[in-house]
């Protein structure tokens, strides 16, 4: 399956056109480079813009309709029971890459009980496993922002795996009766 788009796509800084798996006039979905845990994908505005103030009228509404659109998606095809759909915005959230963008985690009962609970995400989401900036860099660069910590089991995915997952995902958009 080809590109959904003959132009390229950012997020930030960041060429992630091959991981875009649904495009709306003003927003796009991708797949993430190293997921918090299955399934985890972005929503982000097509216009980059850090802070959802900057966002006008119209790209908010495309913005949180596409989010709740992937959600259920996302929620079907990784048997999800629960989602987390989260914004870091600002550096002082922790947003890392400044382009507005909303993370979609499906969740499933005791999927996090060995890291202690369902509220890990957000420590998770905080920290360094959640910096997806330092792991596009790490990707685009070849090398560590930050030194690894407590982090081995988290490796980033290639460039062939995101595609096959954005695939994957954009024929289960084109399936679904909501998009």
Request: glycine share 6%.
């Amino acid at each position: 399956m080809p590109p959904l788009s003959t132009k390229p796509i950012h997020f930030g800084a960041f060429l992630v056109t091959s991981q875009v798996f649904h495009l709306t006039p003003l927003s796009f979905a991708f797949v993430n480079l190293r997921p918090l845990l299955p399934g985890h994908v972005l929503v982000s505005p097509r216009r980059v813009v850090p802070r959802l103030c900057d966002l006008s009228h119209d790209e908010v509404t495309d913005l949180f309709l596409t989010v709740q659109n992937i959600s259920r998606v996302v929620e079907r095809v990784y048997g999800a029971t629960g989602l987390n759909v989260a914004i870091q915005d600002g550096v002082d959230a922790g947003q890392s890459v400044p382009h507005v963008h909303t993370h979609i985690v499906p969740r499933k009962a005791a999927d996090l009980e060995q890291r202690g609970g369902q509220d890990a995400i957000y420590d998770m989401l905080e920290g360094e496993e959640g910096d997806v900036g330092a792991h596009l860099k790490e990707r685009d660069q070849g090398r560590p922002k930050f030194p690894k910590v407590d982090d081995t089991k988290r490796q980033n995915r290639s460039e062939e795996e995101m595609a096959q997952e954005a695939e994957w995902l954009a024929r289960e958009c084109n399936e679904s009766s909501h998009l």
